[in-house]
């Protein structure tokens, strides 16, 4: 079956950087676009970026574009986000996800 974990999150200060990884198993990974999403306390689920199956191309939402950039290794199964000059309403918690399939996410904090 489908297997998502992400990891990599944490407390960071504003202006600060993390970066974000999700190990994929149980599918192609090289055949399919990955996408992050957050779930933002009291404000739901926000489709943060995307990429194309073989990274050729990507996608983001206004809020992040600029500061974040999705990436993949498609030889090892992972998908990154690279985040920096994080704010505080980056605070959230990052999935990672395909299809209908989610990992259980990783916390982001960013608070000085």
């Known amino acids: 079956q489908v297997e998502l974990v992400e990891s990599g999150g944490g407390l960071a200060q504003p202006g600060g950087s993390l970066r974000l990884s999700c190990v994929a198993s149980?599918?192609?990974?090289?055949?399919?676009?990955m996408t992050w999403v957050r779930r933002v306390p009291g404000k739901g689920l926000e489709w943060v970026s995307g990429?194309?199956?073989?990274?050729?191309?990507?996608w983001y939402a206004e809020s992040v574009k600029g500061r974040f950039t999705i990436s993949r290794d498609n030889a090892n199964n992972r998908l990154f986000l690279q985040m920096n000059s994080l704010q505080p309403e980056d605070t959230a918690v990052y999935y990672c996800?395909?299809?209908?399939?989610w990992g259980l996410g990783t916390q982001v904090t960013v608070s000085s």
């Open positions: 149980g599918f192609p990974f090289s055949g399919y676009g």
């Open positions: 996800n395909v299809d209908a399939d």
């Open positions: 990429i194309y199956r073989d990274g050729s191309d990507a």
